[in-house]
């Protein structure tokens, strides 16, 4: 009779009738290890092309290595998350994001049509103005009234570009920095308060469309000590924000691609 081969990769046994057969085929398919045949990609983990892409995207409270993506990465929990952008920085697997230092709304407005376009995120998270309120300080007392207008200019853009794209606009945090330095005028509460008011409202007038309001000024508890230099979160500041953003986003995420083969 004929012996066992192991040619083409598959065990043969001899013929022992159909229903032998069906097994066998059954057994070998349990056997073989996960991925078994799919083609192998090589790259860090959460980079995929149809995962849940997300574009924490701001200034240096984004862009800091302590930043809220950190924990959030961590919070989320997930093997569909793929955070997006040019930049990279952090201490999570997936370090991708969109924050730049000293940016305000005109920048992020100016860039982002260019930024959809490449990335193509599902979810924004946008965390502006804290520079923009340094500048209605130190340079033009009117300047909030352009932010306005640049921030909500950029949620249409985002909005015309990709209509199911789902943006999470933030309130600023809280500062108690002083302009000039070490000068008996410090905070800035009076304004962040008017920012926050103005972001707002213009969450409100995008109702219907995918727009949502993130309140991290009240919904955060960030207090002075969870801040570096009165400007910049520290980790346990940043850790706060983060639940803040996954509160927020974690209900709105769908399922998408496996990033990392879970």
Partial sequence: GEGI???DTELKLPHLGGIYEYFLKGIQTALRPKGYGEAITFGKVADCEGGNKIMP???SITALNDSYRNKLWELLNRNDINFVGSQSSGTLPDK????????????VDANINGLMSSYTPKYILLLVGTNDVTRTRVVDSNWLNQAE???????????AKSPTTKIFVSTAIPRTDCYPLNSSTCGYNNLIADWNNRVKNIVNQRAGKPVYLVDMYNESGINTSDLTDGLHPNATGSN??????FNHLNSELEVGESCNGG
């Fill in 57 to 59: 995207l701001g200034d």
């Fill in 96 to 107: 991708d994001h969109e924050g730049h230092g000293g940016w305000k709304t005109d920048q």
């Fill in 240 to 245: 706060k924000m983060a639940t803040v953003w």
């Fill in 5 to 7: 081969s192991t040619s």
């Fill in 149 to 159: 207008t640049y921030l909500g200019s950029a949620l249409d853009k985002i909005y």
